[in-house]
């Protein structure tokens, strides 16, 4: 995919502007936010993904921001612009959240971040949904079973350091599945705080979830629902490598 990169200064003006301050903002924190990217070092933003604003397209869009393919010292990154009204009046605990999931590999790795944005790794690559879906011919099982294997282990490492994802239940939105990288993003809603359900939560997403094991059932024989949630079960009440080890010999991944 080629990308066009338009220069930071051009999103002042309309209508590239409702993205740096989306959904209003004023000419002021349009100034302040363009200063605040030159800090930042990203020189201009590529407007191309599956999401759009008006219509332009974007990488994602939440309740806390919005997500362009940007340009930093000539490198690809995902920038995370905070929208301007945002519950949340900066980026940096979103920041240091992701730092702490770093530490243990997983997530897009980040780069920096100010008041007003995240600049962090892109990964080229599309929705879990999607790419179960594209998934055909031979090898297709072992694909597919070594991406999910790949992504229970990120989640196995967050239960241990006491991190919760959040949001794991809509697992389209929050697993990107690329060429060299399959990862967990969007950590907005992550806490250290409350009690870590990733194993719990992106287990039922894959494979009790109708919509992605209706997809899955169809690359390969997914186990009676009662043997997964009695796995999840032993799981919960003992969320040791054991435990995390049977879970995988049940749902045949090991």
Known sequence: ????????????????????GYPRTT???????????EKLQVKSISLTGE????????????Y??????AKRKNKNV????????SPRKEMKSEAKLLKLVNNVNVGPKLFDYSKNFVV??????GKIGNWIRSLKGLGTAKK?????????????RLDQIGFDHGELSSISKHVIVGKNKSTLIDFESSSSDRRASNITSITQAIFIG?????????????????KIIEALRKYKKDPSQDSFENLLKVLKLE
């Open 120 to 125: 962090m790794e892109y990964l080229e690559g």
């Open 210 to 226: 109708s919509g992605i094991a209706k997809e899955i059932q169809r690359i390969y024989k997914i186990p009676p629902k009662e």
């Open 78 to 85: 995902a920038l995370k612009i905070r929208r301007t009204d």
């Open 27 to 37: 000419k002021r924190q349009l100034n302040s936010r363009v200063l605040e990217l």
């Open 64 to 69: 806390v921001g919005v997500v362009v393919l």
């Open 51 to 62: 999401t759009t604003i008006g219509k332009m397209e974007i990488l994602g869009k939440g």
């Open 1 to 20: 995919m080629r990308q066009s990169f338009i220069s930071i200064k051009q999103f002042t003006k309309e209508p590239y502007s409702k993205i740096l």
């Open 144 to 156: 597919l079973k070594t991406t999910i294997k790949k992504i229970l282990n990120d989640c196995f």
